[in-house]
């Protein structure tokens, strides 16, 4: 390899890629060219780097000086300022939310200093498209020692003494399930991957595939031996499509290395993986569903037992993990398991990534220590909630999930403490809402969401979830009657303890735990017509504060329906009967006089 | 080979079509793979765009599936669809990070400036309105895409001057 | 003489997939409701119930047919959780509640929830009394529907002449999708599009009549409620009989004789031939006949014309040609095999072409005038009756249709006291028949009737035993051989259109080498046929068919070619079998059909067929 005196990491994760960073690379590329720096500024594409709002994003090495919301003209500045000159552009670092002062360096950030990365390793820091970046970091390692030195029997050993637990979603121990398919009666077995992230608002699993594809392969490849498979598959959803290229150039390249496909490393273990792509169905990550999709069908659930380790895809014995959960694998191997235990809490070990997102100020991937609490993982990672909002609730485990309150900030975030809270942990989706959210419509949305994505074959599922989604849509439009909340019980433990599978059985739950923290707020929208967020359209009222109007006439000018009145320099009044509730005025209220309630 | 049977005009049309020259060479390359259908139709909807019933009737011969089961799985899945679609796939954002950060806000616009509901194409064929699910780009919500761009951060306020952006091109092509 | 080959190929069978089946030997011990029961190690914690004697209401499984474990109807407490005892296996030790105010709340929800989507139309619903939904909504004391809301809204189906479906009474347990495609083989009815919106029905919402659906009205045997039902057509039949212009005769099928019973509280099996008769007359059909008296003519044409085909190198296997489920089957799955069919006309419309041409030449009547009814254990056979090529008489030969559940609600209907009428007697010289006759409402029968009177035709010698047991039975696909003065002749015999499908394919491949096959429609033959009372399942089919054997054994006369009216007939009327008469009135040809659609341009018609939920 040459010698190069500076490495760039320009991200090139989906977030990134949305907010134009190939421009900004080409931009760079261009200008270290004509100044002469190509031979010696090397540029690599990353995966996700984690801050994927701030992108597009370049960390310059050795310094580790992090720039960020690059345009191509900033790239540029970057060159001429920082590589010819050795100057720092620090209009372009990053601001501390709170403190509001500049960061230089990634690893200063808070953003950065408090995670722990075991699954992310790689993700954002080597080109995901070049397997020698990946060797280099002690890549296709841990497949060369399982080959080379470990039985089935001491591979699935060291994983069950790990305690790794499935990241997808219920925690199961992971080498448990490798010790049923290994034990399950049969010559065929699969192993599968679970990549359809559907959870709306997590995106751990994508930057991994992204942003470090051969992790998962080599992983597949160490559970296809330990278990005895020689043929894996990666369900991935369609919505990924760089995840997909990304992965078929990963699969190729470890093919032609002989990572893949015949005697691996001259071994009689064979192995190879194939990718199939999902079409748009939430259910399909549930696991049953995941196999019937790949056998070609309709992704409906089916009846457990038998479980996938038993009777999985093509009716064959078949381990199902997640991506995230197969990140953990590598290192847990090459480092042992009682490296691994050292990190975590009591009964969930390692790391957890999660995807921060809603009302906050830093978005993007981060990776912690089982048992962070809440409030870090909010106000130190996250960087707060912005526009000086109060934080209200944070939803973890997606549409199966609950909610969190402020009660539960100092919380120790793992498997049994958010279960104990009625939520879940979920893939790792974190949406942080502020207060000026109705949390009545926040279930309603999930609602519509399960609603949407129930595949309809269970009754209490198809049908339950359609009537609990009338009555919220009813509540939230102020239709809401007495005896809905009963309603809404019933109908959610009912759907919770009958339906066939997992996405109805978790369904209810944001009904459930909103109703349990904000029943309040059902309250009012039921009895007294009033959604204190001020978020349900039906239920606002548009008022001029007389104290606070100077009547200059603007609100009038853009309402469409000629609701205000008022003379000239006199307090203005709205026709709440003819007011449609479209907020212009508000906005354009120079002194804002006028208030929704 | 059954619908060399078939009576009708579309087979010689066919046979001149390249679509339906692809849809035969998928075809034979997944035929007899377990678990091709989804596969299959994936491929014969880049191909034409959609899944009209004639290839359906292709797919359901070619891997011997029963048809009503390919109609069955078309149906399942909201990425299928047998009806043809505007030249712009619109896809706002409805997941959680999006929905959070004022996504419907965004649709109603969309749906206005659009002047069709969800699922629907425009009247001029260029757009068609559909929700998606979380792209995965939640860190620039609320997100849309158009075709494979993706804008994020957006307020109702933008949605005019992206669509116009397509509508400008459109004309300028055709002048 | 009889040489059994035992089965070559086993078929898997239809129903009878019972534990000895499994393989299983073990058993484990659990505990229900405090009871301990044990049972094989493959049985599921319902049929453990069942076997403690412990009722649990179901609604979507149905045994041998379907157990998806969709309707959660059937749940159970196991281990502080609901699980679907349908499917869920028992274990040693387990311990199972049935009857825990969390399992009754379920329950109770559950259904209240699939009534919230539900007409609820029982006063005028053909399954009124007779459904599942309304007995499961009776047995859980559902006194309200807590919820309400949006309600399934999908177009009927009226178009097929056998078969109406209502998707808006659907519960979605989908036996008849499993029937369809599992058992028949003919994969129509399938689920499309997902939650609430979910809907079974074929491909694009096409309109039964447009498909390749082969009217055997299997799936209307399973559905617990009345999304699929024959479309009824008594109204026309009282119609007739109120015309006293019209002369109606009237023909019943050999397996209505042993089921119409069912319908007024009699086991399955029992012979009601006598009442039928009666019951017939008290209606006001002008003349009471017998489809047997057909039965054992279709036998003499039909022999002879396997020995024609045998002599003169015709095409073979010849394959039987009286289940017009089958025939539909053929026509849409193997059009190019359709030389293979028997040219035989089925019995029903041999009837119909000789009631508008012989009988009123006989009688003196004018054909003109002459209104043909038959009761069919079938719902095929309402399409075959309308077929343009069933016209050889010069009007359409049978008129109308009945399934054995119409017949049974206009005896309702009239008042008739059908358990306590005296026995009546088939008028002359149509309602004579012999044993031959009655087997064919049985799989294996019209083998068995073709190989007695071959036997004898061929050998000249008198058939000794009678009863060719090894075409008997429930098993998928027979085999015998039958040596006929030195040449083997290999039969076989295929029930239920999923092994007709399996015989087809072999003979696809070359491999089935045999001379003649017998293929009826539906599992079991027309003792399970889709106009057969509700329910039919495996063991009543059972019970049926030894009702059929033992009137087969009742009658004096058991070969076809012994029937005195046959001969009077050939000797009057039709001159010799296979002739210029025959050809005309007793055989036919078979159409070409699309396997999926009969429309050319489905696409021009997507846009109309979108069911919505309003
Ligand atoms: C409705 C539903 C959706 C699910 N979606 C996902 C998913 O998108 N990704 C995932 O890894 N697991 C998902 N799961 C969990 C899987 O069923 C399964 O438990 C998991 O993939 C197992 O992998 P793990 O043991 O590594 O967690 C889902 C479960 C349900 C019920
Ligand atoms: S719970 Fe919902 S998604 Fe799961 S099987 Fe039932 S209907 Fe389908
Ligand atoms: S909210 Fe809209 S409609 Fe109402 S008063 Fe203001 S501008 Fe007019
Ligand atoms: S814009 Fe504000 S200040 Fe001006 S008239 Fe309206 S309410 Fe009063
Ligand atoms: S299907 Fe059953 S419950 Fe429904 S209307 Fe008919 S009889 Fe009543
Ligand atoms: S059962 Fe009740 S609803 Fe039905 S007819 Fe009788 S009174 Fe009326
Ligand atoms: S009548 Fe027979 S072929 Fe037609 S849909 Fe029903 S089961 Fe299928
Ligand atoms: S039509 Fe009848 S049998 Fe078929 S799914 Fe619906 S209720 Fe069940
Ligand atoms: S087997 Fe009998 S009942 Fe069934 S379709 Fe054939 S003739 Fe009709
Ligand atoms: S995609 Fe670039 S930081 Fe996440
Ligand atoms: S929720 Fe919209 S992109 Fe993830
Ligand atoms: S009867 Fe068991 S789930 Fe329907």
Known sequence: MAEYRTHVLVCAGAGCVSSNCKAVEAALQDELEQVGLAEEVKVVETGCIGTCDLGPVMVVYPEGVFYQKLTPDDAREIVNEHFLKGRIVRRLLYKAPQSEELVERAEDMDFFRRQYRIALRNTGVINPEVIEEYIARDGYAALGKVLSEMSQEQVIDEIKKSCLRGRGGAGFPTGLKWEFTYKAPGEEKYVVCNADEGDPGAFMDRSILEGDPHTLIEAMAIAGYAVGARQGFVYVRAEYPLAVERLSMALEQARSYGLLGENIFGTDFSFDIGIRVGAGAFVCGEETALLTSIEGKRGEPRPRPPFPAVKGVFGKPTLLSNVETYANICPIILHGADWFLGIGTEKSKGT?????????????????????????????????????????????????????????????????????????????????????????????????????????????????????????????????????????????????????????????????????????????????????????????????????????????????????????????????????????????????????? | MEAATRGCQCHALRAQDERYKRLGEIIAQYAGQPGALIPVLHHAQEVFGYLPHDVQVLVAEGLDVPLSEVDGVITFYSLFTSEPRGKYKIGICLGTACYVKGAAAVLEELKKQVGVDIGKTSADGLFTLEVTRCVGACGLAPVMTIGDDVYGRLTPEDVAGILDKYIQAEKNGKA | MVLVKKNAHLMPLVGTRTNEQKGAKEMVTLTIDGQKVTVPANSTVLEAAEAAGIHIPTLCYLKDVSQTGSCRVCVVEIGGRLQASCVFPVSEGM?????????????????????????????????????????????????????EGARSSFPLDTSSPAIARDPNKCILCRRCISVCSEIQGVNILAARERGFETVVSPAWQEQLANTACTNCGQCVLVCPVGALVEKDDTEKVWKALADPDTHVVVQTAPAVRVTLGEEFGLEPGTIVTGKMVTALRRLGFDAVFDTDFTADLTIIEEANELLQRLENGGKLPMITSCSPGWIKFIEHQFPAYLDHLSTCKSPQQMFGALAKTYYPEKAGLDPGKIVTVSIMPCTAKKFEAERPEMQSSGYQDVDIVLTVREFARMIKEAGIDFINLADGEYDAPMGISTGAGVIF??????????????????????????????????????????????????????????????????????????????????????????????????????????????????????????????????????????????????????????????????????????????
């Open chain 1, 352 to 597: 957890k990534v999660f995807a921060i997102a809603g009302d906050i100020n830093n978005t993007g991937l981060v990776e912690v220590p089982m048992g962070t609490t809440l409030r870090e993982i909010v106000f130190e990672i996250g960087g707060g909630i912005p526009h000086g909002k109060r934080f209200k609730a944070a939803q973890t485990g997606g549409p199966s999930g609950g909610c969190l309150t402020t009660e539960h900030l100092d919380i120790h975030v793992d498997y049994e403490s958010l279960k104990q809270v009625g939520s879940m942990m979920g893939s790792g989706g974190l949406i942080v809402m502020d207060e000026d959210t109705c949390m009545v419509d926040i279930a309603r949305f999930f609602l519509d969401f399960t609603r949407d994505e129930s595949c309809g074959k269970c009754t209490p599922c198809r049908i339950g979830t359609t009537r609990m989604l009338e009555i919220l849509t009813r509540i939230t439009e102020g239709k809401g009657e007495e005896g809905d909340i009963e309603k809404l019980e019933a109908l959610a433990h009912a759907i919770k303890a009958g339906s066939l599978c997992g996405l109805g059985q978790s369904a209810p739950n944001p009904v459930l735990s909103t109703l349990h923290y904000f029943r309040d707020e059902y309250e009012a929208h039921i009895r007294e017509k009033r959604c204190p967020a001020g978020h349900c359209i039906a239920l606002l009222k548009f008022v001029v504060d007389p104290e606070l109007c100077r009547g200059c006439g603007l609100c009038t000018k853009v309402c469409p329906v000629g609701a205000i009145s008022g003379k000239r320099r006199e307090p203005h009044q709205i026709d709440t009967d003819l007011c449609t509730k479209c907020g212009a005025c508000q906005e354009k209220c120079p002194f804002d006089a006028i208030s929704r309630h």
């Open chain 3, 95 to 147: 311990e199972v509640k049935t009857n825990t105010p969390l399992v009754r709340e379920s329950r109770r929800t559950t259904v209240e929830l699939m009534l919230s989507n539900h007409p609820q139309d029982c006063l005028t619903c053909l399954r009124n009394q007779n459904c599942e939904l309304q007995k499961l909504s009776h047995e859980l004391n559902i006194r309200e529907v807590r919820f």
């Open chain 3, 441 to 614: 409402g049985a799989t294996g029968g019209v083998m068995e009737a073709a190989l007695r009177t071959a036997y004898e035709v061929v050998t000249e010698e008198s058939l000794d035993k009678l009863d060719f047991t090894e075409v008997r039975g429930l098993e998928g696909i027979k085999e015998a051989s039958v040596n006929l003065n030195g040449t083997v002749l290999k039969v076989a015999v295929a029930h239920g259109l999923g092994n007709a499908r399996k015989l087809m394919e072999l003979i696809q491949q070359g491999k089935a080498e045999y001379h003649f096959i017998e293929i009826m429609a539906c599992p079991g033959g027309c003792i399970g046929g889709g106009g057969q009372p509700i329910p039919t399942n495996t063991d009543i089919r059972r019970q049926r068919m030894a009702g059929i054997y033992a009137a087969d054994k009742d009658m004096p006369l058991r070969k076809s070619h012994e029937n005195p009216a046959i001969k009077v007939l050939y000797d009057e009327f039709l001159r010799e079998p296979l002739g210029e008469k025959s050809h005309e009135l007793l055989h036919t040809h078979y159409v070409p059909r699309l396997k999926y659609s009969e429309v050319e341009h489905p696409e021009a018609k997507e846009e109309t067929k979108r069911g919505t939920a309003s």
